[in-house]
């Protein structure tokens, strides 16, 4: 049996893959990935999602070269969710922090905003270009971008 | 703004929460939340979940006692995955093991089946009853249980 094949796959033949550091144990990131993306992933090391909006897969690190080298992939129960202990090559979100999880749902800030807890360790705008701090991602900055939208009705994923 | 009212919930409402042991920093299992379980989880201090299958609120542990007690909550940087840092009072995984991320994609064994890293911890027959062992999830135990089936066309979450 393939490895692929052991992936109970969604309807639209996705899985989300968590991105964990493997030293500080960090949780980094979530994405999608496809069989493709999966495969590509067993194959060089380095994690590889599928962009839903593009359609295509992409390398996560391609244009900022924060590429996320990885050491073990692992199944949850259900076969459903994939994590991968990585070798962080640089910061993981596109915003410019180590983890895409750079915020606290609580306490709200005194504006009832949500209030960053981590450093920020890159300029978006320098690495990524103007788009990137116009909030329009691009490249491999889009990973995390609605997770949840490919879920939708009858809609691509 | 209230608290939910931040998170960016799929067409279905919901978002997946991954628990993470904020010690061993573990990643323990990954579910679904909606606004009704993400309150009642903030609320309580302890992991609730959205069980789509029976289409209510569940506490992780309401059946086994290995409850999750959530100790700081995160979003990511597209607020639409939650990542809950935890002090795990019991193996978080139906199976019996501390998280549900116990077995490797690869290598694959000689059969060419998933091969288990991790010790069991309990045994699913004695916690939950004989169902548990037949492979059939209920109470708490179905927290995991096809993560990706919500996803699907226009079915229900």
Not at 23 to 38: H, I, P
Not at 88 to 98: D, T, V
């Given at each position: 049996m393939p490895l692929i094949?052991h992936i109970?796959?969604n309807?639209?033949?996705?899985a989300p893959?968590i991105l ?18 999966l495969?590509?992933?067993?194959e060089?090391?380095?994690?590889h999602?599928?962009?839903?909006s593009r359609?295509k ?7 900022s070269?924060h ?8 199944l ?6 994939i994590?991968a ?5 640089g910061?993981a979100?596109?915003?410019?922090f180590r983890?895409?999880f750079f ?5 709200l800030?005194p504006?009832g905003?949500?209030v960053?807890?981590a450093e ?8 990524y270009?103007d788009k990137?701090t116009g909030?329009?991602?691009h490249?491999?900055?889009e ?6 939208a490919g879920n ?6």
């Amino acid at each position: 049996m393939p490895l692929i094949d052991h992936i109970k796959w969604n309807p639209h033949g996705l899985a989300p893959m968590i991105l964990q550091d493997e030293t500080s144990r960090e949780v980094l990131m979530v994405g999608w990935v496809n069989e493709e993306a999966l495969a590509k992933t067993v194959e060089t090391k380095t994690a590889h999602f599928w962009s839903r909006s593009r359609k295509k897969l992409w390398k996560k690190g391609e244009s900022s070269g924060h590429v996320q080298v990885v050491k073990d992939i692992r199944l949850d129960c259900d076969v459903d969710v994939i994590l991968a202990l990585v070798e962080s090559k640089g910061p993981a979100c596109h915003e410019g922090f180590r983890s895409c999880f750079f915020r606290r749902l609580e306490p709200l800030g005194p504006d009832g905003e949500l209030v960053t807890f981590a450093e920020r360790e890159f300029d978006p705008g320098e690495v990524y270009g103007d788009k990137a701090t116009g909030g329009i991602h691009h490249g491999d900055t889009e990973s995390t971008e609605n997770v949840n939208a490919g879920n939708r009705g009858t809609a691509s994923p």
